[in-house]
C-alpha cells in the first residue's frame, strides 16, 4: 500500500495536563476509499480536520460502520509501542464481514496505523498511565438512500492523546446491573464493534448515571439471566477463589485485553475459567461474601476494579470498595507489558 502524507502547516499545541479520554486530537488523520468496483484506493495522511459528506451517505441512516480501539505506548527508553495491533485488524474485518462492509488487508491496517503514529509521534505522552489512543473506523459512503449492500466505503484513522478512561483512574468504579434493556442477542452484532451496539446501550447508560453509576453490566439478551460485559469493557470475577469470565457467546465482544488478561493470568499459574455466570450465581456471592474481587478490562479502560454492583434495588460492595489482590496484580503486569516496563515474553508488543 502507497500512503501519500500531506503535512500540516499549522501545527496544534500539544496538550500535556489533564488530558481526560478522546478529548484532544493529533495533527494529522488517514482515509483510504473503497469502491466495488475498483477496491481500496487513495490511501492518505493529511491534516486533521472535519471531513465533507453526502447527506445520503448510508452511515448516517443505516448505521453501517464499525470501529476498533488500540493504544501506542511510550516506552521508558523514549521508543513508542503497539499492543497486539493484529488482533484489531482481525476483530475489525470480523465485525466488517457482519456489516457488509468491505474487508481490510490486514498488513494494510497495521501499515496504516504505523504510519499515521509516526508522522504524530511526539503526541504520544510519556507519563506512565497516558497513551495515544487509535481510533480507526470503516463505513458505508454511498449517497443513496436505498437499503442495499455497500459499493462505496471510507477507512479512517484517527488518534487521540489520552490518560485514564474513567475519572475514577484505578479507583473502584460504581456498575449497574441492567434489568431491563439488552444490548444484543445470538445471532445479532454483539461480538462485533459496531456503532450500533453502542446506540443501543445508551439508554441504559443515562439511566445509570443519572443514579451515580459509571456504566451498565448486560445481562444476556433472551433469558435476562447471565452476566455478559460491561459498557466498554469485558467482565472478570473472583468467586470462592475461583477467576472466573463469561465465555464468548456470540453476543458480547470479544476483548483483546480480556484474551490478554487470560493468557497472563494463566502464565502466573492462575486458572481461569470461561463459563456461563448466572445473575443468581453472582448475587448469592455478593449476599455470603463470596464474591472476592470483579474488575472489568478493555483497551480503554485497561484493568478497572469494580467496587460496587447494583441490582434489583441493592447495591453490593465488592472487596469494601478496595482494589483487590489479583485485579491490582493483574494491572501491573499488563501495564507493564504495555508500557515497556517489564519483559514482554509473550511477543505482543510491535516497537514503531
Ligand atoms: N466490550 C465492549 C463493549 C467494548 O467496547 C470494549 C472496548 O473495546 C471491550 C469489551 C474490551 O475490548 P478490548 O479489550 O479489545 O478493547
Ligand atoms: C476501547 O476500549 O477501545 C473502546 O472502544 C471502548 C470505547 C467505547 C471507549
Not at 2 to 14: C, E, F, Q, R, V
Request: hydrophobic fraction near 35%; proline fraction near 4%.
Amino acid at each position: 500500500m502507497n500512503i501519500s502524507i500531506t503535512k500540516t502547516t499549522s501545527p496544534k499545541t500539544i496538550p500535556t495536563e489533564n488530558l481526560g479520554f478522546g478529548q484532544h486530537f493529533t495533527d494529522h488523520m488517514f482515509l483510504m476509499d473503497y469502491d466495488r468496483a475498483t477496491g481500496w484506493s487513495n490511501a492518505r495522511i493529511v491534516p486533521f480536520d472535519r471531513i465533507s459528506m453526502h447527506p445520503a451517505a448510508t452511515v448516517f441512516h443505516y448505521g453501517s460502520e464499525v470501529f476498533e480501539g488500540l493504544k501506542a505506548y511510550r516506552r521508558e527508553d523514549g521508543k513508542v509501542q503497539l499492543f497486539r495491533p493484529y488482533e484489531n485488524a482481525k476483530r475489525i474485518n470480523s465485525s466488517a464481514e457482519r456489516i457488509r462492509l468491505p474487508l481490510i488487508d490486514e498488513e494494510d491496517f497495521v501499515a496504516a496505523i504505523k504510519a499515521l503514529v509516526e508522522v504524530d509521534e511526539k503526541w504520544v505522552p510519556s507519563k506512565f498511565g497516558e497513551s495515544l489512543y487509535i481510533r480507526p473506523f470503516l463505513f458505508g459512503n454511498d449517497e443513496t438512500l436505498g437499503v442495499h449492500s455497500i459499493k462505496k466505503a471510507t477507512f479512517m484513522i484517527i488518534l487521540s492523546p489520552s490518560g485514564s478512561y474513567y475519572p475514577e483512574g484505578i479507583n473502584p468504579v460504581k456498575i449497574m446491573i441492567e434489568k431491563d434493556d439488552v444490548r444484543a442477542v445470538k445471532g445479532g452484532t454483539g461480538y462485533t464493534k459496531c456503532g450500533g451496539n453502542y446506540a443501543a446501550a445508551n439508554r441504559a447508560g443515562e439511566n445509570a448515571e443519572k443514579k451515580g453509576y459509571t456504566q451498565v453490566l448486560w445481562l444476556d439478551g433472551i433469558y435476562r439471566k447471565y452476566i455478559e460485559e460491561v459498557g466498554a469493557m469485558n467482565v472478570m470475577f473472583k468467586i470462592n477463589g475461583e477467576i472466573v469470565t463469561p465465555e464468548l457467546s456470540g453476543s458480547i465482544l470479544p476483548g483483546i485485553t480480556r484474551k490478554s488478561c487470560i493468557e497472563v493470568l494463566r502464565s502466573e499459574g492462575y486458572k481461569v475459567s470461561e463459563r456461563l455466570i448466572s445473575i443468581d450465581e453472582l448475587v448469592e456471592a455478593m449476599k455470603n461474601g463470596t464474591l472476592e474481587e470483579a474488575w472489568g478490562c478493555g483497551t480503554a479502560a485497561v484493568v478497572s476494579p469494580i467496587g460496587k454492583l447494583y441490582y434489583d434495588g441493592t447495591e453490593y460492595e465488592v472487596n469494601n470498595n478496595q482494589i483487590g489482590e489479583v485485579t491490582q496484580k493483574l494491572y501491573d503486569l499488563l501495564t507493564g507489558i504495555q508500557w515497556g516496563k517489564l519483559e514482554d515474553k509473550f511477543d505482543w508488543t510491535i516497537e514503531i
